[in-house]
Nanobody, 121 residues
Framework: QVQLVESGGGFVQTGGSLRLSCAAS????????MGWFRQAPGKEREFVAA????????YYADSVKGRFTISRDNAKNTVYLQMNSLKPEDTAVYYC??????????????WGPGTQVTVSS
């Protein structure tokens, strides 16, 4: 498995931006499909975005499409989530995840501890 650590969370006003980073260590980073998930208080964890091993394809939840951008730098073993036009409903703990094999919405077997994002109204 790969070890993951998120950073970049914080407090921002509605309409603001944040960039989350997820640093990976362990096995070869470029072997993994990488994803971002989030969990709001009292809600189940939900898929946010994913990116394939060589950055060829990206996937987004409908709720963030057009506002969030996932990217990766395999040379730096890092995946990013640029979040623009933030809304109060984006408030959640954001998790980075990694998987091998096909698919992009589920089946992740390595997870980071999470980083809190709070958007004020």
């Amino acid at each position: 498995q790969v070890q993951l650590v998120e950073s970049g969370g914080g407090f921002v006003q509605t309409g603001g931006s944040l960039r989350l980073s997820c640093a990976a260590s362990g096995r070869t980073f470029s072997s993994y499909t990488m994803g971002w998930f989030r969990q709001a208080p009292g809600k189940e964890r939900e898929f946010v975005a994913a990116i394939t091993r060589n950055s060829g394809i990206t996937y987004y939840a409908d709720s963030v499409k057009g506002r969030f951008t996932i990217s990766r730098d395999n040379a730096k073993n890092t995946v990013y989530l640029q979040m623009n036009s933030l809304k109060p409903e984006d408030t959640a703990v954001y998790y980075c995840a990694a998987k091998v094999g096909s698919g992009w919405r589920s089946g992740y077997d390595s997870w980071g501890p999470g980083t809190q994002v709070t958007v004020s109204s």
